[in-house]
């Protein structure tokens, strides 16, 4: 009987930490994908500032040839 309870010890102990091993691992993959989702908006906000930047200019030009007109 002792040597079931051991060996259902193991197998309790042995799945608890393929368990943590796994969340782990899904914390960490979860890390890198924030990570890299940050960088993508923080790219896009840039884009989005240079786009901004040149709609305003092309707005400023577009008033200064109507009011040549």
């Known amino acids: ?3 079931n309870i051991g060996e259902q010890l193991n197998k309790a102990y ?3 930490r ?3 091993m796994d969340r782990d691992h899904a914390v960490k993959e979860l890390q890198q994908k924030t990570e890299n ?3 993508q908006i923080r790219e896009q906000q840039e884009k989005i500032e240079l786009q901004n930047s040149i709609i305003a200019k092309l707005k400023s030009q ?3 040839m109507n009011a040549n007109r």
């Open 62 to 64: 577009l008033a200064a």
């Open 18 to 20: 393929q368990a943590c």
């Open 14 to 16: 042995e799945a608890y």
């Open 1 to 3: 009987m002792d040597k």
């Open 37 to 39: 989702y940050m960088q």
